[in-house]
């Protein structure tokens, strides 16, 4: 069965540490691969996503993503967090040719000052 | 910046009564989509849109939902008979094209008492 798994549900942070969400997913065939993330009391916006090509991904706000084949990963990275990046984080997955995004069950993210 | 905007943003029903949640998609977007998330799980897949029919859905969207683009530029989401486990907050995307990003709005939170 198609499944995505975040592995890290909360994560507290202090500023600039560094942050690395797991990401992994069980699909047949091409797939692509998106992080969303939700701050508080906002929609879900992308912060990044792999289609095909470098397996390292750049998003907005610093963050990237690397595409990991072999070990069915989409790991979400950023050198040093912030307070603003508290929020919600989503990966999600989709086939190449289904309209469905399937969405882990996110990452709660807490960066204390 | 063009968004994809949900109407009302909180919706309380009773028990048994239909309820329609409404979407205005992003204006050049062809695909549609709901999605769904219960309090404390990840946000599930139920439909998606395209050239006035649905081309996708999930086991949940059964004969109780009902999806419809009256106009131009509306895009609702009809439940019937609405039960206790249907409170939920609910997500309208839009996307250009397929396998593209889908642009997510604000979400209605739906209680159903």
């Known amino acids: 069965a198609q499944s995505v798994s975040q592995h890290n549900h909360h994560v507290i942070l202090s500023e600039a540490a560094s942050l690395e969400l797991g990401c992994n997913y069980s699909?047949?065939?091409?797939?692509?691969l998106f992080w969303y993330v939700q701050y508080p009391g906002q929609h879900l916006q992308l912060l990044l996503k792999?289609?095909?090509?470098?397996?390292l991904v750049k998003g907005i706000k610093g963050f990237e993503a690397e595409f990991i084949k072999s070990k069915f990963s989409f790991n979400l990275r950023k050198p040093s967090v912030q307070w603003s990046d508290t929020a919600e984080y989503f990966c999600?997955?989709?086939?190449?040719?289904?309209?469905?995004?399937?969405f882990g069950k996110g990452t709660s993210l807490l960066v204390t000052p | 910046e063009p968004e994809v905007t949900q109407t009302p943003s909180h919706q309380v029903t009773q028990m048994g009564q239909e309820v329609i949640l409404r979407c205005v998609p992003i204006?050049?977007?062809?695909?549609f989509y709901w999605y769904r998330q219960i309090l404390g799980q990840k946000v599930e897949f139920l439909v998606s849109?395209?050239?006035?029919?649905?081309?996708?859905k999930s086991e949940i969207f059964d004969d109780q939902f009902s999806v419809e683009r009256p106009d131009g530029s509306n895009f609702t989401l009809k439940i019937r008979s609405t039960k206790l486990e249907d409170s939920a907050m609910y997500f309208c995307?839009?996307?250009?094209?397929?396998?593209?990003?889908?642009?997510f709005g604000q979400g209605t939170r739906l209680t159903v008492v």
């Open positions: 995307a839009s996307g250009v094209a397929l396998n593209t990003e889908a642009f």
């Open positions: 699909y047949g065939g091409t797939v692509n």
């Open positions: 792999y289609f095909s090509g470098d397996p």
């Open positions: 999600a997955v989709n086939g190449n040719s289904g309209y469905a995004l399937n």
């Open positions: 204006s050049n977007h062809l695909y």
């Open positions: 849109f395209y050239n006035n029919e649905i081309s996708e």
